[in-house]
């Protein structure tokens, strides 16, 4: 499977799992499917641009904090919508979170998955 | 009367055992160390003007060791010192010349307390010149940490091969008369129990099965032993021990230390969430 394919699945899961999570949280307990589908876009943007970067970059701790990086753009990017009820902002409840998910994604990506061909082929001894 | 002091004794055996290079392309620098084949000389080679080691053969040389110094020096790998010559000295004793390897023995590395990890990986990688030889037909048959070099830089050399009928060093020979393959795979796994001391118990295994007493028991070729220690080092289950499900998820979040933590801390980050929106 290529990283981005990985990525894509990885941040897909770990996005509905994450968005799930809400549930526990009864003050916006009623908003779980939006929740759900928004943590999911967000699981599925961070797994296709850590899984593009584990194609350029083979090192698992440059790709975790690549991973971290972009959880935290996309969380900031979520978290900067008030809540429609109150008009609060969960600022730190869904920064911290996401960017650790993005740094699992970015983790995933860098250790399993298929890594870009090389573009270089075998020189022969005619060469 | 006078009796000749333990040094001139001493000095006039040493100056009767030197080898006589006249009309040699070698002249005599020094010795390098004593076997149970024979001596080891630093030469100077002036023909190409370099330094080589000279080993010269104490035991009478028949036309079995004579072949078999011919399959050595087709060897060529990076793990095994290159034999550039051989032949009869003037004073009939049998030598062959080889790349004077500049460096420690492996029993002086091994002194030098280096981690576990780094005497692994060296030991991974004396298997492969091992596992080269035997592929070619070549026995070692006296492999032990004194045949070992370590160079400069990290390189690591097998030497003295394969000297036909030689009995071994005890605690390196394996109990068998006939030698193969597994016989050098004994005296491997007997290094690897010398570099490791008290090792885990899969490494341990691995050393057992190594010196297993029936050869049909061992690993069947250095490369399989070289492998285990290998999977041993990158977390993986070696196939000498077989581990219970605890050990098999201990082996697993040590291998995922990176994982497991960032899913404990999400896992914080949850609970921590969790309890603050309840306030």
């Known amino acids: ?127 | 009367m006078s009796f000749l002091s333990d040094d001139t004794i001493a000095r006039l055996r040493d100056i009767t055992e030197q080898p006589d290079l006249t009309g040699t392309r070698y002249e005599l620098v020094r010795e390098l160390g004593r076997g149970g084949m024979g001596i080891v000389y630093e030469v100077r080679d002036h023909q190409l003007d370099r330094s080589v080691a000279m080993k010269v053969l104490t035991e009478t040389v028949d036309d079995e060791w004579r072949a078999e110094a011919k399959i050595i020096a087709a060897l060529e790998h990076p793990g095994i010192v290159p034999v550039h010559d051989a032949g009869d000295l003037p004073d009939g004793r049998f030598y062959y010349t080889m790349k004077l390897v500049r460096g420690v023995r492996l029993d002086a590395w091994a002194a030098g307390g280096h981690a576990r990890t780094e005497r692994l990986r060296l030991f991974a990688r004396v298997c492969e010149p091992v596992a080269f030889a035997h592929a070619n037909g070549v026995v070692h048959r006296d492999l032990k940490p004194e045949n070992v070099m370590v160079g400069e830089f990290g390189a690591v050399l097998v030497m003295d091969w394969g000297v036909a009928n030689i009995a071994g060093t005890p605690g390196y020979m394996p109990p068998e008369r006939s030698r193969d393959a597994r016989s050098d795979v004994y005296a491997l796994g007997a290094i690897l129990g010398f570099l490791v001391g008290d090792p885990p118990r899969p490494l341990r295994a691995i050393v057992e099965r190594a010196m297993a007493a029936d050869p049909a028991q061992r690993y069947q070729s250095a490369r399989e032993l070289g492998d285990d220690v290998l999977r041993f080092l990158d977390g993986e289950p070696v196939t000498a021990y077989r581990e219970n499900p605890l050990e098999r998820a201990g082996r697993w979040v040590g291998r995922n230390r990176v994982l497991v933590g960032l899913v404990a801390a999400y896992l914080v980050m949850r609970v921590i969430v969790f309890f603050w929106m309840r306030l």
Do not use: C
């Open chain 1, 1 to 127: 499977m290529n990283k981005i394919l990985l990525g894509l699945i990885v941040g897909a899961v770990l996005g509905v799992i994450d968005g799930a999570t809400a549930w526990f949280t009864p003050q916006v307990r009623d908003q779980m499917l939006s929740i759900i589908i928004g943590s999911t876009f967000k699981g599925l943007v961070a797994g296709v641009a850590a899984g593009w970067y584990a194609r350029r970059v083979q090192s698992v701790p440059k790709g975790i904090v690549f991973g971290f990086a972009v959880g935290l753009v996309l969380a900031f990017a979520v978290a900067a919508m008030p809540d429609p009820k109150t008009g609060e902002h969960y600022w730190w409840q869904i920064m911290v979170p996401g960017s650790i998910l993005g740094g699992v994604i970015g983790w995933a990506t860098q250790r399993y998955g298929k890594p870009a061909p090389s573009g270089r082929s075998v020189a022969t001894a005619a060469g």
